[in-house]
């Protein structure tokens, strides 16, 4: 299938996974739409991919609005009338704090099925971002812990039951720890080690004793292309991972010996977060459906990256 022509709205474009999207859809010819709740600057999200190495792409429609808001959603799908829907706006953090709440249940569920309602008047499809800490298959069904992963958990079940009441069509991805140039929360931790080498700056660490996996963005963002033009993809929920577990104290050594750093990371300055469980992809069911694997090993993408930073230092 020729994505010419084709009209694509992506929420959350602003944000990491969304702008590397957006700029890949642009560069396969697609009509691209990009929404975020805060004005953008035309060729926003082409210069950030030229910046990370993803070439100029095509052209990026802007549109302002805030998804928790439903008329200005339905609004939106109205003006736009998009082909296919990639929902990435959220709220993400990770925070275990009570005042986190209603701040996800506005942002990462209000939005969703906000999106949801307009998409059935409109019968586009729905590809969207859920979390890798959902109660899933992976990880035994564990309980979401966090007020984050809550609200895309029910996310996730809104969108099933939208696919079975009123027949949407409904793909979840479910992303691991997400890394790779241009991210603009320089708070998660790839960019902010990396960043606090390259000032020559001691960066403040966890024990290290966390087990993640981390997938390099751009095999992110093929995993929403692919799943948003196979019909094998509807109904479905994708973890999207390398399906490795790589500890944090592993992730930060990797990134010292890359960056050069002559000294060795001290672990424990900051306290390990309550409720962490080894979140690791399976990604069998994304490849046997939609022929989508990983292909950017974790030292090469780390390498990508810290290069991408020290050029933009430079």
């Given at each position: ?41 035309a ?5 950030r ?31 736009v ?34 999106l ?20 899933r298959p ?7 812990p ?28 479910r ?22 080498l ?10 290290g004793a ?6 390099y ?11 948003a ?36 990371p001290?672990?424990g300055?900051?306290?390990?977060r ?32 810290v290069?991408?930073?020290a050029r933009?230092a430079?």
């Open positions: 299938m020729t994505w010419k022509g084709r009209r694509a709205l992506v929420t959350g474009a602003s944000g990491f996974i969304g702008g590397h999207l957006a700029a890949r859809l642009a560069a396969l010819e697609a009509d691209v739409h990009a929404v975020s709740r805060r004005a953008q600057a060729g926003a999200v082409s210069r991919a030229h910046a990370a190495g993803g070439g100029d792409g095509g052209t990026v429609h802007w549109h302002q609005a805030d998804l928790r808001d439903q008329q200005a959603t339905a609004e939106l799908l109205a003006e009338s998009p082909d296919v829907v990639f929902h990435l706006a959220s709220e993400v953090n990770g925070a275990r704090d009570p005042e986190m709440v209603p701040v996800t249940l506005a942002g990462n569920l209000q939005t969703t099925v906000n949801l309602t307009a998409a059935v008047r409109h019968e586009c499809r729905m590809v969207l971002a859920g979390s890798i800490e959902e109660p992976g990880n035994g069904h564990a309980a979401a966090s007020p984050y992963a809550m609200a895309k958990s029910a996310a996730s079940g809104y969108a099933d039951l939208y696919r079975q009441l009123w027949g949407l069509p409904c793909t979840i991805l992303p691991s720890m997400v890394y790779g140039p241009a991210q603009p929360d320089t708070t998660k931790l790839v960019p902010y080690v990396t960043l606090a390259l000032r020559g700056e001691e960066p403040r660490l966890t024990s966390k087990v993640a996996d981390w997938v963005v751009d095999d992110v963002v093929a995993a929403f292309v692919s799943a033009v196979d019909d094998r993809a509807i109904g479905q929920s994708f973890d999207v991972g390398t399906g490795v577990k790589t500890s944090v104290r592993e992730l930060v050594e990797l990134l010292y010996g890359i960056a050069g750093a002559a000294a060795r001290s672990f300055a900051v306290a390990d309550p409720l962490d469980i080894p979140q690791v992809a399976d990604v069998g069911p994304a490849f046997d459906l939609i022929g989508w694997r990983p292909t950017v090993e974790l030292t090469d993408g780390l390498r990508r990256t290069a991408w930073y933009k430079a």
